[in-house]
């Protein structure tokens, strides 16, 4: 089964409108952080923001802010006034911290999600 | 902030050959660092997990004769290529994890987009 889940393998928004982002997860690992990235055409990754699975709070940074919902295992994205530079692909990413199995804490990536903004 | 540089960032070589990808982390001592390969359009697969002072520790289907790992220092892990084929040209990422504790976050490379002819 996938650990994480991105179901919209496109967006489109209009610029200066919000825009969310869907990631579900699946783990057992009472302890597991989420992470989103972004990822540009240029190739390199963008750590945007990170929610840790006891955070009470929904965490945010500038701009981007984290719709955390533990019960329903989902970690959606959500962008606000969204600019032009933010056009690029989108990945939530998940670490659990107390099954390291075969790879020590290693990110698990979804497939992502490509927004693209018009003007 | 902790930089993790990859070096290079643009390769193109012949079938063949061997090519040889740095993973160096720049303001941090990086004991364990990761590499991936991204497809076109596609997400991060993890190949292998690299260890300082031990061998790399790699995910199934990876072959370890083709894809060498070495981690000599707290700062530089290489990825070398082997007898390169088309089939190899790929996007691959490094990225290493830091030493702070609240997040455990992982910080990338560039990324070097290998090209074979």
């Known amino acids: 089964a996938q650990k994480i889940t991105q179901t919209q393998p496109g967006m489109f928004v209009q610029e200066k409108e919000a825009v969310t982002l869907d990631c579900t997860y699946d783990?057992?690992?009472?302890?597991?952080?989420l992470f989103w990235y972004k990822q540009p055409s240029s190739g390199e990754m963008i750590f945007l923001i990170y929610?840790?699975?006891?955070?009470?709070q929904n965490a945010t940074e500038g701009r981007y802010s984290l719709n955390f919902q533990k019960a329903r295992k989902s970690a959606n994205l959500v962008i606000s006034a969204s600019q032009l530079g933010d056009s690029a692909m989108y990945f939530c990413?998940?670490?659990?911290?107390?099954?390291?199995?075969?790879?020590?804490?290693?990110?698990?990536f979804g497939k992502g999600t490509k927004l693209s903004v018009k003007p | 902030g902790a930089v993790v540089s990859q070096h290079p960032s643009w390769v193109i070589c012949k079938s063949g050959t061997s090519v040889k990808i740095e993973c160096r982390s720049l303001?941090?001592?990086?004991?364990?660092m990761f590499w991936y390969r991204q497809f076109p359009k596609q997400s991060l697969m993890l190949m292998a997990t690299?260890?300082?002072?031990?061998?790399?520790?790699?995910e199934q289907g990876v072959e370890k004769d083709k894809f060498l790992i070495n981690h000599a220092s707290l700062t530089l892990s290489t990825l070398t290529v082997t007898s390169a084929h088309p089939e190899d040209s790929s996007f691959y990422i490094c990225?290493?994890?830091?030493?702070?504790?609240?997040?455990?976050?992982?910080?990338f490379g560039e990324g070097s987009r290998l090209t074979v002819l």
């Open positions: 303001d941090f001592q990086a004991t364990t």
């Open positions: 990413a998940m670490r659990e911290f107390s099954n390291y199995g075969g790879s020590q804490g290693n990110l698990i």
């Open positions: 690299s260890n300082e002072g031990s061998k790399a520790t790699y």
């Open positions: 990225s290493a994890r830091g030493t702070q504790r609240r997040t455990g976050e992982l910080f």
């Open positions: 929610q840790g699975s006891y955070d009470q």
């Open positions: 783990t057992s690992d009472p302890s597991y952080g």
